[in-house]
């Protein structure tokens, strides 16, 4: 059974900085390509960055780019997400997502998240 | 990265269908089989429902479907039951990045 969860939420001034963490099981996660969506107290979903199997490819959306870096572990079956440079608008849940590809992509496992509050 | 485009909220009765939009462009939901959808319950974390336009992963009713039309996909449910009452969103992730839909709450009346 595939798992994920997602820890390093918190509180957290704006312009300071924070680390999550996934810890995956359950799969093989040094094949995955692994995603990071969050979503806004009320609103909907939105994604928010992706890793490759190997690290080799990053992306990232227009919102976090330059302040959000996505990295990953294949030996602990970890997956992060540092966090700079924080703004109000960053407050949400995160979820650690597992995703599949094969012509598309699509998000087949998530974790259950945790929460982001940046307020001062 | 601009959101889907899907109704605020769909309501129906018990037993009955409803179908729920999510309009794009052809870069993205017009592009080959590239939607997917999940279902949100309140509190809880989204759980994938239809991927690629429409394959249903294991264990998912099969009162779920999805197609869809030039720049719209479509997600109907047929034989509502009050279980379904959710937040449904689409997402097409066809090349390096995914977009959402804002979200469609389903009432069931």
């Known amino acids: 059974e595939v798992q994920l969860v997602e820890s390093g939420g918190g509180l957290v001034q704006p312009g300071r900085s924070l680390r999550l963490s996934c810890a995956a099981s359950?799969?093989?996660?040094?094949?995955?390509?692994m995603d990071w969506v969050r979503q806004a107290p009320g609103k909907g979903l939105e994604w928010v960055s992706s890793?490759?199997?190997?690290?080799?490819?990053?992306y990232y959306a227009d919102s976090v780019k330059g302040r959000f870096t996505i990295s990953r572990d294949n030996a602990r079956t970890a997956l992060y997400l540092q966090m700079n440079s924080l703004r109000d608008e960053d407050t949400a849940v995160y979820y650690c997502v597992k995703e599949s590809r094969y012509r598309s992509s699509w998000f087949d496992s998530w974790g259950l998240g945790t929460l982001v509050t940046v307020s001062s | 990265q601009s959101a889907l485009t899907q109704p605020a909220s769909v309501s129906g009765s018990p037993g009955q269908s409803i179908t729920i939009s999510c309009s794009g462009s052809?870069?993205?939901?017009?592009?080959?089989?590239?939607v997917s959808w999940y279902q949100q319950h309140p509190g809880k974390a989204p759980t994938l429902i239809i991927y690629e336009g429409g394959k249903r992963p294991s264990g998912v009713s099969n009162r779920f479907s999805g197609s869809s039309s030039g720049n719209t996909a479509s997600l109907t449910i047929s034989g509502l039951q009050a279980e379904d009452q959710a937040d449904y969103y689409c997402?097409?992730?066809?090349?390096?990045?995914?977009?959402f839909g804002g979200g469609t709450k389903l009432t069931v009346l």
């Open positions: 890793i490759s199997s190997s690290s080799t490819f990053r």
């Open positions: 052809s870069s993205d939901v017009g592009s080959y089989n590239v």
């Open positions: 359950g799969f093989t996660f040094s094949t995955s390509e």
């Open positions: 997402c097409s992730y066809g090349g390096t990045f995914a977009v």
